[in-house]
Protein backbone atom coordinates (compact mmCIF):
# COMPACT_ATOMS: atom_id res chain seq x y z
CA UNK A 1 0.00 0.00 0.00
CA UNK A 2 2.85 2.56 0.75
CA UNK A 3 4.90 2.33 -2.52
CA UNK A 4 0.79 3.37 -4.00
CA UNK A 5 1.10 6.61 -1.95
CA UNK A 6 4.86 7.59 -3.42
CA UNK A 7 4.12 10.54 -6.25
CA UNK A 8 5.31 9.11 -9.22
CA UNK A 9 7.96 9.74 -11.38
CA UNK A 10 7.81 10.92 -15.05
CA UNK A 11 9.14 8.68 -17.64
CA UNK A 12 12.25 10.74 -17.91
CA UNK A 13 14.50 7.96 -19.65
CA UNK A 14 11.65 7.38 -22.48
CA UNK A 15 11.25 10.92 -22.54
CA UNK A 16 15.05 11.60 -23.25
CA UNK A 17 14.99 8.58 -25.75
CA UNK A 18 12.07 10.23 -27.70
CA UNK A 19 14.27 13.33 -28.02
CA UNK A 20 17.12 11.28 -29.14
CA UNK A 21 14.77 9.84 -31.79
CA UNK A 22 14.28 13.49 -33.35
CA UNK A 23 17.85 13.81 -33.20
CA UNK A 24 18.49 11.10 -34.92
CA UNK A 25 15.75 11.94 -37.46
CA UNK A 26 17.34 15.69 -37.53
CA UNK A 27 20.95 13.89 -39.19
CA UNK A 28 19.25 11.78 -41.54
CA UNK A 29 17.52 14.59 -43.09
CA UNK A 30 21.03 16.26 -43.09
CA UNK A 31 22.68 13.33 -44.07
CA UNK A 32 19.92 13.62 -46.94
CA UNK A 33 20.79 16.78 -47.88
CA UNK A 34 24.22 16.16 -48.10
CA UNK A 35 24.03 12.86 -50.65
CA UNK A 36 20.96 14.25 -52.85
CA UNK A 37 20.94 18.39 -53.45
CA UNK A 38 17.52 17.83 -54.91
CA UNK A 39 16.02 16.94 -51.67
CA UNK A 40 17.63 19.83 -50.18
CA UNK A 41 14.77 22.25 -50.16
CA UNK A 42 12.51 19.54 -48.84
CA UNK A 43 15.04 18.10 -45.80
CA UNK A 44 15.96 21.89 -45.00
CA UNK A 45 12.16 22.11 -44.28
CA UNK A 46 11.76 18.94 -42.61
CA UNK A 47 14.72 19.75 -40.20
CA UNK A 48 12.67 22.98 -39.07
CA UNK A 49 10.07 20.79 -37.98
CA UNK A 50 11.91 18.33 -35.82
CA UNK A 51 13.66 21.66 -34.29
CA UNK A 52 10.37 22.71 -33.34
CA UNK A 53 9.43 18.95 -32.12
CA UNK A 54 12.37 18.94 -30.33
CA UNK A 55 11.85 22.59 -28.22
CA UNK A 56 8.61 21.38 -26.88
CA UNK A 57 9.91 18.13 -25.49
CA UNK A 58 13.09 20.15 -24.44
CA UNK A 59 10.57 21.71 -22.51
CA UNK A 60 8.13 19.37 -21.49
CA UNK A 61 11.37 17.93 -19.55
CA UNK A 62 12.54 20.83 -17.80
CA UNK A 63 8.87 21.31 -16.65
CA UNK A 64 8.60 17.87 -15.52
CA UNK A 65 11.78 17.38 -13.71
CA UNK A 66 10.79 21.10 -11.51
CA UNK A 67 7.26 18.72 -10.66
CA UNK A 68 9.03 15.43 -9.37
CA UNK A 69 10.34 14.37 -6.13
CA UNK A 70 11.39 10.84 -7.33
CA UNK A 71 13.65 10.55 -10.94
CA UNK A 72 14.97 7.24 -12.19
CA UNK A 73 18.55 8.59 -12.71
CA UNK A 74 19.81 11.83 -10.71
CA UNK A 75 18.15 14.92 -11.92
CA UNK A 76 21.23 16.76 -13.10
CA UNK A 77 22.12 13.48 -15.28
CA UNK A 78 18.63 13.90 -17.04
CA UNK A 79 18.91 17.56 -17.43
CA UNK A 80 22.49 17.65 -19.38
CA UNK A 81 21.21 14.62 -21.64
CA UNK A 82 18.10 17.04 -22.17
CA UNK A 83 20.32 19.85 -23.15
CA UNK A 84 23.02 18.52 -24.84
CA UNK A 85 20.65 16.41 -27.11
CA UNK A 86 18.63 20.07 -27.71
CA UNK A 87 22.21 21.77 -28.60
CA UNK A 88 22.81 18.98 -31.35
CA UNK A 89 19.41 19.83 -32.70
CA UNK A 90 20.16 23.09 -32.82
CA UNK A 91 23.61 22.76 -34.30
CA UNK A 92 22.10 20.42 -36.62
CA UNK A 93 19.63 22.86 -37.95
CA UNK A 94 22.29 25.91 -38.16
CA UNK A 95 24.53 23.60 -40.40
CA UNK A 96 21.35 22.71 -42.50
CA UNK A 97 20.55 26.32 -42.84
CA UNK A 98 24.06 27.20 -44.16
CA UNK A 99 24.00 24.57 -46.71
CA UNK A 100 20.40 25.93 -47.99
CA UNK A 101 21.43 29.21 -48.17
CA UNK A 102 25.08 28.35 -49.64
CA UNK A 103 23.59 26.58 -52.66
CA UNK A 104 27.03 24.85 -53.48
CA UNK A 105 27.04 23.71 -56.61
CA UNK A 106 28.27 19.93 -55.12
CA UNK A 107 28.88 18.53 -51.29
CA UNK A 108 32.40 17.75 -51.17
CA UNK A 109 33.11 14.42 -50.16
CA UNK A 110 34.66 15.61 -46.86
CA UNK A 111 31.36 16.95 -45.73
CA UNK A 112 29.59 14.11 -47.05
CA UNK A 113 31.96 11.28 -44.69
CA UNK A 114 31.36 13.90 -41.93
CA UNK A 115 27.35 14.01 -42.06
CA UNK A 116 27.57 10.05 -42.35
CA UNK A 117 30.52 9.61 -39.24
CA UNK A 118 28.48 11.78 -37.04
CA UNK A 119 24.97 10.04 -38.03
CA UNK A 120 26.54 6.84 -36.95
CA UNK A 121 27.96 8.67 -33.76
CA UNK A 122 24.66 9.21 -32.83
CA UNK A 123 23.18 5.73 -33.15
CA UNK A 124 25.97 4.81 -31.05
CA UNK A 125 24.05 7.64 -28.67
CA UNK A 126 20.80 5.63 -29.01
CA UNK A 127 22.39 2.24 -27.82
CA UNK A 128 23.61 4.33 -24.78
CA UNK A 129 20.16 5.53 -23.60
CA UNK A 130 18.70 2.53 -24.27
CA UNK A 131 21.15 0.49 -22.38
CA UNK A 132 20.80 3.34 -19.61
CA UNK A 133 17.25 2.51 -19.57
CA UNK A 134 17.48 -1.09 -19.41
CA UNK A 135 20.66 -0.87 -16.62
CA UNK A 136 22.83 -3.01 -18.95
CA UNK A 137 26.58 -2.24 -19.66
CA UNK A 138 26.19 0.06 -22.77
CA UNK A 139 29.88 1.70 -23.08
CA UNK A 140 30.52 2.67 -26.46
CA UNK A 141 34.29 4.63 -25.75
CA UNK A 142 36.28 2.73 -28.22
CA UNK A 143 33.80 2.73 -31.10
CA UNK A 144 33.10 6.25 -30.42
CA UNK A 145 36.56 7.52 -30.15
CA UNK A 146 37.51 5.47 -33.51
CA UNK A 147 34.90 7.79 -35.16
CA UNK A 148 35.78 11.03 -33.80
CA UNK A 149 39.31 10.76 -34.75
CA UNK A 150 38.16 9.25 -38.14
CA UNK A 151 36.23 12.99 -38.68
CA UNK A 152 39.01 15.14 -37.34
CA UNK A 153 41.22 13.37 -39.68
CA UNK A 154 38.07 14.17 -42.49
CA UNK A 155 37.86 17.95 -41.33
CA UNK A 156 41.77 18.47 -41.32
CA UNK A 157 41.68 17.24 -45.25
CA UNK A 158 37.95 19.02 -46.36
CA UNK A 159 39.63 22.27 -45.08
CA UNK A 160 42.57 22.27 -46.83
CA UNK A 161 41.10 20.73 -49.91
CA UNK A 162 39.17 23.89 -49.80
CA UNK A 163 42.06 26.41 -49.37
CA UNK A 164 44.31 24.16 -52.31
CA UNK A 165 41.31 24.21 -54.62
CA UNK A 166 40.66 28.37 -54.16
CA UNK A 167 44.43 29.97 -54.18
CA UNK A 168 43.24 32.72 -57.65
CA UNK A 169 42.30 35.70 -55.49
CA UNK A 170 39.31 36.89 -57.49
CA UNK A 171 36.04 37.43 -55.53
CA UNK A 172 34.07 34.63 -56.85
CA UNK A 173 37.30 31.75 -55.29
CA UNK A 174 37.15 33.96 -52.15
CA UNK A 175 33.68 34.36 -51.28
CA UNK A 176 33.45 30.09 -52.46
CA UNK A 177 36.77 29.41 -50.17
CA UNK A 178 34.57 31.72 -47.20
CA UNK A 179 31.01 30.14 -47.55
CA UNK A 180 32.94 26.10 -47.14
CA UNK A 181 35.01 27.42 -44.58
CA UNK A 182 32.21 28.22 -42.53
CA UNK A 183 30.02 25.18 -43.68
CA UNK A 184 33.06 23.24 -41.93
CA UNK A 185 33.00 25.57 -39.12
CA UNK A 186 29.19 24.52 -37.95
CA UNK A 187 29.86 20.58 -38.74
CA UNK A 188 32.92 21.37 -36.20
CA UNK A 189 31.15 22.73 -33.83
CA UNK A 190 28.27 20.01 -34.28
CA UNK A 191 31.17 17.49 -33.24
CA UNK A 192 32.17 18.72 -30.45
CA UNK A 193 28.73 19.10 -29.59
CA UNK A 194 28.04 15.56 -30.45
CA UNK A 195 31.17 14.43 -28.76
CA UNK A 196 30.03 16.29 -25.33
CA UNK A 197 26.59 14.49 -25.71
CA UNK A 198 28.71 10.88 -25.88
CA UNK A 199 30.47 12.34 -22.90
CA UNK A 200 27.12 13.18 -20.81
CA UNK A 201 25.57 9.88 -21.19
CA UNK A 202 28.89 7.39 -20.59
CA UNK A 203 29.02 9.42 -17.54
CA UNK A 204 25.55 8.60 -16.66
CA UNK A 205 26.06 4.80 -17.65
CA UNK A 206 28.89 4.98 -15.34
CA UNK A 207 26.90 6.01 -12.44
CA UNK A 208 23.53 3.76 -13.02
CA UNK A 209 24.39 0.38 -14.46
Known amino acids: MFPALMP ?11 QNSILRQTVSRLLAM ?7 DKAHKEIAILEEQGDRL ?16 DREDILRINHEQEECIDCLQSLSTR ?10 FPMLQLGRNITA ?9 DGLAQRTDCHKTHAFRDLRSECDMVL ?38 VNTLA ?3 EEAVLKNV
Open 121 to 129: MLDLTHEML
Open 99 to 108: LHIFEFPRIR
Open 156 to 193: ATGLAEVIDENQNLTLKHVMHALKWSQAYERMSILLEQ
Open 8 to 18: KSAPFITMLQE
Open 34 to 40: LEDKCDM
Open 199 to 201: ETI
Open 58 to 73: HGKIIREISRSFITPI
